[in-house]
């Protein structure tokens, strides 16, 4: 090989490799989503699982394992409550409808609702309310990881702030 050739090779071969048209290609909402994930764990998880469905048809690559507790050692509450639910399939609800089953007041005049799903749920604030039993309500969640209560035919301005209690 003559000296000095091989620089020319590149240039050639990089002039055709520039001289190749290219395609975009099409945008996939499934890597947008594994993208979007902040756990590098799962988002790896999320990549493989669309690199393995994309090289060969087959069964469904099934979810994640439940991580463990030293996977989620050190990491805050609501990302490990999150990496949990994840991993359990659990949907996080924004609200819930539910029927009042029975309500009492607590020492200071609170209201403590049960409700007919199994949950307790104590009025946080400190206005005077009133909830029959036997009413429909909706709790939504609120600023700040509080919740608000307000009945399926009343205004939301007229809601009470309560928190879970059972």
């Avoid at 989503?33 to 764990?41: F, I, Q």
């Amino acid at each position: 090989m003559a000296p000095g050739t091989g620089g020319s090779r590149r240039a050639v071969l990089a002039a055709a490799l520039l001289a190749l048209p290219f395609t975009a290609l099409p945008a996939n909402p499934d890597l947008a989503a594994c993208r979007s994930l902040g756990d590098p764990t799962a988002r790896l998880a999320c990549y493989d699982a669309l690199a393995d469905a994309s090289a060969t048809p087959g069964p469904p690559t099934p979810p994640p394992a439940t991580p463990t507790a030293t996977d989620l050692f050190g990491r805050d509450g609501s990302t490990a409550v999150a990496e949990l639910a994840t991993a359990a399939g659990v949907v996080e609800l924004e609200e819930l409808v539910a029927t009042v089953a029975a309500v009492t007041r607590t020492a200071d005049g609170r209201l403590r609702l049960d409700l007919d799903n199994g949950q307790s749920w104590q009025q946080a604030d400190t206005r005077r309310a009133t909830v029959d039993p036997g009413v429909e309500v909706r709790i939504r969640r609120a600023a700040f990881g509080s919740y608000l209560l307000s009945t399926t035919n009343s205004d939301r301005r007229s809601a009470l702030r309560v928190r879970r209690i059972r």
